[in-house]
């Protein structure tokens, strides 16, 4: 059953704040998708992509980048937006996240104290093992849609969603 008050309809979209602004970066090669398994924070255990919080005066896509150097080492090129995701909780931060995505970088992945790299075909994601929201945004993401998604979660589970692509 649905808590009704976290339907994405009951939510204020048009006055809602995000508690925090973060970025996700994906680099997508050669029908491979480079995520993350995340070793600390907010999702430990799951996989994702490389992203986190902005910092200071930096942009979107400095922020976008500077994570992916700081958690893989290495530096993607030829990076677009893909898109804004809204994460509503009542138990966690309100999130505006950013979506990113590469299709070259610089560098060797690496395994440092935020996250294990692991490169995954993009139709063999293992969506059970993200976040509940990534299997209804990520594929069409990766094929080159840009996404705006809305859901909403309770102790890290997805209770509703919307997404819209163009």
């Known amino acids: 059953m649905i808590d009704t008050a976290m339907q ?12 925090e602004v973060a970025t996700l970066l994906f680099v997508v090669k050669d029908d491979l998708v480079l995520l993350i398994r995340k070793k600390r924070g907010l999702g430990a255990g799951k ?5 986190g919080r902005i910092e200071g005066n930096e942009t979107l896509l400095e922020c976008a980048v500077r994570e ?35 299709t070259d970088y610089e560098g ?3 395994e440092t104290d935020e996250a294990i790299p692991i490169w995954f075909p993009i139709d063999a994601i293992p969506y059970e ?8 945004w990520l594929p069409q993401v990766l094929r080159g849609a ?16 919307r997404t819209e692509f163009f």
Do not use: C
């Open 146 to 161: 840009s996404v705006k998604g809305w859901f909403t979660f309770v102790a890290e589970n997805m209770i509703d969603y």
């Open 47 to 51: 996989i994702n992509g490389p992203g």
């Open 129 to 136: 093992e993200m976040w509940d929201d990534d299997q209804y």
């Open 108 to 110: 060797v992945p690496q």
């Open 68 to 102: 992916t150097n700081e958690e893989l080492r290495i530096n993607p090129l030829n990076v677009r937006t893909a898109g804004e995701l809204f994460f509503h909780a009542e138990d966690m931060p309100r999130t505006l996240g950013h979506v990113f995505i590469a």
């Open 8 to 19: 994405i309809d009951k939510i204020d979209w048009v006055n809602w704040q995000p508690e």
